[in-house]
């Protein structure tokens, strides 16, 4: 993905003074040599920080080598002060890991102590309300040190990624769509720009661009794309000119951020003034890591953005939308999964989820729209959805969310798409997660989340859980199993 950080990590070994500093420097090399055998490149900055000189050696060395991530290794217990200082002063994602002890002949001269360091590198590190990324469990020999950086990658390259994030909006959102309300003061707290325009601004641009010469090609890579589901070629002109104003419109107003998402107003004005729906453009900039979020949706956008990063792969935003029929439930799922009707719900939006995430795709008509803007004549200015069901596999529906009094919440729940056919129209999935009738009602109503979700196609639940944590997020919900009570939760039923 070309709109996202690459991860950079380096790391520092620190070392307590009344131990060898020679252990942790060692079991330092090990671990480099671990990951780089296996995951790829870490810069090993030569320092073992004993005290505050060393680390602010440390800290210049690994900026000079570029690095935008780092793990903080305690090769023995460790300085509790300086260790935690690294984490105060460097200008990205931190972790603290710790060397397990080498083997029962070692542990007279060589027992480091670092699994009882880390409980003192914690407390230190609230005492200066320092964020930190710790693993499940921080203690291991080289080869599960070097794992655990590799977990941390995808934490640490969200991190980055969303500091350097602007969010460009286009028109408020369409009445009754209130939910969608995005407070940007949380935005700011997350490090994320964000910058509101109106619709005009956007109408403007878009007809500056008529006529430009690179509308051929553009509309050379949809015939080519769309393939047999090219059912609305006269649509693709405008299209085209709609994308190119997009990028253009990115690449003018990144300012001092690296990479950009858009929530842009798709109804119901667009479609009478541009003359087209703009789902199939939405569906090809978030294909390429540019998440464009529906109905000026802006933690919508944010969430994408966030899923973008983590899976490294394309993402989509869909409304939480239609219960399953019982028929279909019985006819197709009953006795071949293993769900429950609750259990099932189908994921919809018009047409913005991009064609490598659908098992066959069309180009067709906003049928919804089309209903009061062209009740009795062919679809015109209702074209641009990109329509078909998404592929079947493993998902992960979720979404950060501030609320109307700025908190941030957010939730997690891990599933599947069903292999069934819809019999629907728009981008649409047969969902299926655990429990998710409690967790719609425990967690999706009760903490008032809008109808709009971020869909990441596989299971990265532990990743987003971390990111959100760093981002400083304390309510995460998730699809509980049985016998785990909400707190909401009638425990009579």
């Not at 640490?156 to 939910?179: E, W």
């Not at 006795?335 to 991009?354: A, E, P, R, V």
């Not at 999935?429 to 979700?453: K, Q, S, T, W």
């Amino acid at each position: 993905m070309l709109n996202t950080a690459k991860f950079e990590p380096g790391i520092i070994a620190v070392s307590r003074d009344c131990f060898p500093m020679t252990l942790s420097e060692s079991r330092r090399k090990k671990v480099v040599s671990a990951y780089r055998n296996t995951y790829g490149e870490i810069y090993e900055c030569p320092v073992v920080v004993e005290n505050e000189t060393d680390m602010l050696k440390a800290l210049e060395d690994v900026k000079a080598a570029g690095c935008n991530a780092l793990v903080v290794y305690l090769g023995n217990f460790g300085p509790e002060t300086s260790e935690t200082l690294l984490a105060k002063y460097f200008d990205g994602p931190v972790m603290y890991v710790a060397a397990a002890e080498d083997a029962s002949d070692k542990l007279v001269g060589d027992r480091g102590d670092a699994y009882c360091g880390v409980l003192n590198c914690s407390y230190n590190l609230k005492l200066r309300n320092l964020k930190a990324y710790i693993p499940e469990y921080p203690v291991g020999d080289p080869e599960d040190v070097a794992k655990m950086i590799h977990e941390f990658a995808p934490v640490a390259t969200a991190i980055v990624s969303v500091h350097n994030l602007k969010i460009i909006s286009f028109g408020p959102r369409p009445q009754d769509f209130l939910a969608c309300n995005a407070p940007i003061k949380r935005l700011y707290d997350l490090g994320v720009e964000i910058e509101e325009n109106s619709e005009l601004d956007l109408f403007a641009a878009f007809h500056e661009h008529a006529d430009d010469p690179r509308i051929p090609q553009v509309i050379k890579e949809m015939e080519e794309e769309l393939g047999d589901g090219n059912k609305m070629a006269g649509i693709l002109p405008k299209l085209a000119q709609y994308e190119l104003t997009l990028l253009d419109w990115a690449e003018a107003h990144k300012g001092c951020k690296k990479y950009v998402a858009f929530a842009n107003k798709c109804w119901p004005a667009f479609q009478t003034q541009f003359g087209f729906v703009p789902c199939y453009v939405n569906s090809r900039l978030t294909g390429r890591g540019i998440p464009v979020s529906c109905e000026v949706d802006i933690y919508g956008a944010l969430s994408e953005y966030i899923g973008t990063v983590v899976s490294q792969d394309a993402v989509t935003l869909l409304d939480i939308n239609n219960s399953v029929p019982k028929d279909m439930y019985e006819r197709d799922i009953h006795g071949k999964f293993d769900y429950t009707l609750q259990d099932t719900f189908m994921g919809f939006h018009c047409g913005n989820t991009c064609s490598g995430k659908l098992v066959t795709c069309t180009m067709k008509h906003q049928m919804i729209m089309k209903r009061s803007l062209e009740p009795d004549s062919e679809p015109n200015i209702t074209r641009g959805t990109l329509e078909g069901d998404i592929v079947p596999g493993d998902i992960t529906f979720f979404r950060l969310q501030s609320t109307a009094d700025a908190q941030l919440k957010a939730y997690i729940a891990q599933g599947e798409v069903l292999p069934v056919k819809t019999c629907s129209f728009g981008g649409i999935g047969v969902f299926a997660i655990p429990e998710m009738g409690r967790f719609y009602r425990h967690v999706l109503i009760e903490n008032h989340f809008p109808h709009h979700g971020a869909v990441a196609f596989g299971h990265f639940g532990k990743a987003l859980f971390e990111v959100f944590r760093y981002l400083g997020v304390c309510d995460i919900g998730f699809n509980q199993p049985k016998g785990m009570l909400y707190k909401t939760e009638n425990p009579f039923v």
